[in-house]
């Protein structure tokens, strides 16, 4: 893993105080900002003012835990990131049915079920790999960034009133996001590193000066300032009638830090090239892990953010020993609940502003991720009628009303759009062919045929255009050089296959077989035909990832491996 030169410091880097303690607060500020999944579930169960403190304390307390295990990522669980955890949207809609039908305890109950249906799924990702490759993570992404973005765009400018919004609401919002956008490009050390932090307090105070900004001080009057969360609530039901939706809001979950956590792989290394399984299936095993604890603390479920991601990228700090001071942070919220209602009262333009710099951020983020790959007509229908499919859902929010209470819950954005994303993607993969062929003259080679033949199978397959370019080159190197010493009789064939970590590529033909040599030619070897042949030979190990030549019975075999 190379350290990419925009990074300030990097995943394994220790930063100054300064900037450890800045960048913890902001990762901090945004859970904080992002726990209204708590705050509406304990409105759903009528929860007293304690009972709410106590919800949202202990929500404090998964989302820090889960900071913790990300961070670690020991014994298979958490991805080894920076990657704090907010509120869970996806799992918001069922805990709310879940409520109406057997209380919190029920909710908490599923919300367990549903955080070991994440770990179980963790198990089996390497298994279904192909199901889930790059183009349907950057899909998912995309949606989250949809999502997002249109969350900020309604929170700015549709009101309770449903008047336009206040200029001094335009001014509050544009302040926080010039403030969050400058300090990220042209900022350095702690400021660029709490880009996010000082705009939210430069859009509290500009609120607050314009006489837009109140606080609730009788709210924060009747909840203590110091204690331990109350457990009087506590208690666990299940209904197994309500798991395929709980089932499916663990499926949106799990896909969402699949694109996150890829995200952040890109992020941290230079050199990144695909998806390292092993970190991927630990962040989401890790998110099962909380939320199974969130069920455990009937409260509401935690999941990897997207703005906390992204803010990794505006800031150019990612070290994981951030998420550490993130997880003490959450842990002080937990045992100050006056603190923590404090915090949350973030004006409303200010958190517009956020889920606007956010959006933008995860959108850009999912293109580069979804396009990583080659995309041919049935990939591209796959993500852009996943988008289609959130855009809907976005745009006409009644569709939730269409369908009975049952299925209400698979009608978010995000979860019906990532549902139709992993749908799609498994119909449209029936057909496609994971060893292809083309039989072509040996002299005379038709090049742009060959070249077409393999950016179709490429792009059939999703797969990488840097290793396509690189199959193709190799493969007309190979074809011309049997040509050129006259060692076909014929034509060749060419068959190409893909498995999602290696490309195999036979090149088949009637003739004596090319030499390979691990040796390249002396001078005066050069000057000879044979010399010639051993170059080509010694060229064609040196560019494959693994190549060897069999003949038999007058035919000969040229394999290439490329890695994937």
């Known amino acids: 893993m190379r350290k990419p030169p925009d990074l300030t410091y990097g995943l394994n880097e220790l930063p100054t105080p300064a900037v450890l303690l800045s960048a913890a607060l902001q990762q901090t500020a945004i859970i904080v900002v992002f726990i209204y999944p708590a705050i509406l579930l304990a409105q759903a169960v009528g929860a007293s003012p304690s009972q709410s403190a106590a919800m949202l304390s202990l929500a404090f307390l998964a989302c820090g835990a889960s900071a913790l295990i990300q961070s670690a990522g020991r014994f298979g669980i958490g991805a080894g990131y920076l990657a704090p955890a907010t509120g869970s949207a996806a799992f918001l809609a069922p805990s709310l049915l879940a409520v109406q039908i057997g209380g919190l305890a029920l909710a908490a109950g599923m919300t367990i079920a549903g955080g070991a249906a994440m770990m179980l799924f963790a198990r089996t990702l390497h298994r279904a790999r192909a199901f889930f490759p790059p183009e349907i993570a950057g899909a998912v992404v995309l949606i989250i960034g949809i999502a997002v973005t249109l969350a900020g765009v309604r929170a700015l400018l549709i009101t309770p009133d449903q008047q336009p919004p206040s200029a001094g609401a335009l001014a509050v919002a544009g302040v926080t996001l010039a403030i969050a956008v400058g300090l990220s490009v042209w900022g350095g050390g702690a400021l660029r590193g709490a880009c996010v932090l000082v705009a939210l307090l430069a859009g509290t105070a500009v609120a607050s000066w314009l006489g837009l900004f109140r606080l609730d001080t009788a709210a924060l009057a009747g909840l203590p300032l110091v204690g331990l969360p109350?457990?009087?609530?506590?208690?666990?039901?299940?209904?197994?009638?309500?798991?395929?939706?709980?089932?499916?809001?663990?499926?949106?979950?799990s896909l969402k830090t699949v694109g996150l956590v890829t995200t952040l792989q890109k992020l941290n290394d230079a050199d990144w090239v695909r998806p390292e399984p092993r970190s991927i299936a630990g962040g989401v095993a890790g998110d099962g892990a909380a939320t199974a604890l969130a069920g455990l603390l009937c409260t509401a479920a935690p999941n990897v953010s997207a703005t906390n991601v992204t803010i990794q990228a505006?800031?150019?700090?990612?070290?994981?020993?951030?998420?550490?001071?993130?997880?003490?942070?959450c842990l002080v919220l937990a045992c100050f609940p006056r603190l923590a209602a404090l915090l949350a009262q973030v004006p409303g333009p200010v958190i517009a502003a956020v889920l606007l710099h956010a959006g933008g951020l995860m959108l850009v983020n999912g293109m580069q991720l979804a396009t990583s790959r080659m995309l041919d007509s049935r990939k591209s229908f796959v993500v852009g009628f996943a988008l289609v499919t959130t855009l809907a859902v976005e745009a006409i929010p009644q569709v939730a009303d269409w369908v009975s209470p049952e299925l209400r819950p698979y009608m978010s954005a995000t979860a019906l759009g990532t549902v139709v994303a992993i749908g799609l993607n498994a119909i449209l993969r029936i057909g496609i062919r994971r060893q292809m062929e083309i039989v072509l003259p040996a002299r005379d080679m038709p090049h742009r045929e060959l070249a077409d033949f393999v950016a179709r199978a490429g792009a059939a397959w999703g797969a990488r255009r840097d290793v396509l370019t690189r199959v193709e080159e190799q493969i007309v190197w190979c074809v011309d050089?049997?040509?050129?010493?006259?060692?076909?009789?014929?034509?060749?064939?060419?068959?190409?296959?893909?498995?999602?970590?290696?490309?195999?590529?036979?090149?088949?033909?009637?003739?004596p077989p090319l030499e390979l040599s691990q040796v390249a030619p002396t001078a005066d070897e050069m000057l000879t035909e044979a010399g010639a042949a051993k170059l080509a030979g010694h060229m064609i190990l040196k560019r494959a990832t693994r190549a060897s030549v069999r003949s038999r019975d007058g035919g000969t075999e040229l394999r290439l491996v490329f890695d994937h």
């Open 230 to 253: 109350a457990t009087g609530h506590l208690g666990w039901s299940f209904d197994l009638a309500l798991l395929p939706v709980f089932l499916v809001a663990a499926l949106a979950n």
């Open 314 to 329: 505006a800031s150019g700090v990612t070290s994981r020993a951030i998420g550490y001071a993130t997880a003490a942070f």
């Open 481 to 511: 050089s049997i040509a050129g010493f006259g060692l076909a009789e014929g034509d060749v064939a060419v068959r190409i296959g893909f498995d999602e970590l290696r490309i195999d590529v036979t090149i088949a033909y009637r003739g």
